[in-house]
């Protein structure tokens, strides 16, 4: 079946400007993750979505990123007033549930801010 | 300290050759382990979990001492296929926290 999509695939922006990524669940997966992946790191946890809500946000770096899943499928990463430092790989990942349950990864929005 | 270290590697070996990573985590409560692979530019995939009896995977095995909070990936007969990163993942529900990964190539 189809697996988690995320768009675009890559988007380069200027420093100062507003830009949304979007990701897309397995269907029936009620837990979505937003991770960010810089070159030879780990991805870094940033928020996790149970159904609708943020059950933990205390990954997003500062206020400029939010993020909704207003249906509790769909999930939109904002990021506003891009800096460079906002350069790196958007993971998007879904589970059955939080907790235990495998989480499976797409393929990840490439943001580059220049 | 950061929540979960593993050794970044390269690591850089031939193929039939037996490799071990480890992975240390610093949260006691933590309540599930994991060994995702990653390949280069490609997402993650989960490898396998871990258990505290350890557990067996074909040529992979993996450990956990809850002790010592240590975590280790045993990689026997090693394939040119399984060049990757691999990363370790620890549980702190509701979220998991990743290692940076450690990097093997195997080659011929």
């Known amino acids: 079946g189809a697996g988690v999509s995320q768009t675009p695939s890559n988007k380069v922006t200027e420093k100062g400007k507003y830009v949304e990524l979007r990701c897309d669940p397995i269907?029936?997966?009620?837990?979505l993750y937003w991770y960010r992946q810089s070159l030879g790191q780990g991805p870094e946890f940033l928020i996790y979505?149970?159904?609708?809500?943020?059950?933990?946000d205390s990954g997003l770096p500062n206020d400029r990123f939010f993020a909704v899943r207003p249906e509790g499928s769909v999930s939109t990463l904002k990021i506003q007033r891009t800096e460079r430092g906002d350069s790196a790989v958007y993971l998007c990942?879904?589970?059955?549930?939080?907790?235990?349950?495998?989480?499976?990864f797409g393929p990840g929005t490439r943001l580059t801010v220049l | 300290r950061k929540e979960v270290e593993q050794d970044p590697g390269p690591f850089n070996v031939p193929e039939g050759a037996t490799v071990a990573f480890n992975c240390t985590y610093s949260n006691s409560a933590s309540q599930s382990f994991f060994w995702y692979r990653q390949d280069c530019r490609k997402e993650p995939k989960l490898l396998m979990s871990v258990y505290s009896s350890g557990n067996e995977d074909g040529r992979f095995t993996a450990q956990l001492n809850r002790a010592s909070q240590y975590i280790s990936l045993l990689i026997r007969d090693s394939k040119l296929s399984d060049s990757a990163t691999y990363l370790c993942?620890?549980?702190?529900?509701?979220?998991?926290?990743f290692g940076a990964g450690t990097r093997l190539t195997v080659k011929p």
């Open positions: 993942v620890v549980n702190m529900v509701p979220d998991m926290r």
């Open positions: 979505f149970q159904g609708t809500g943020a059950a933990d």
């Open positions: 269907s029936g997966h009620t837990a």
């Open positions: 990942a879904s589970s059955l549930a939080g907790g235990n349950n495998e989480q499976f």
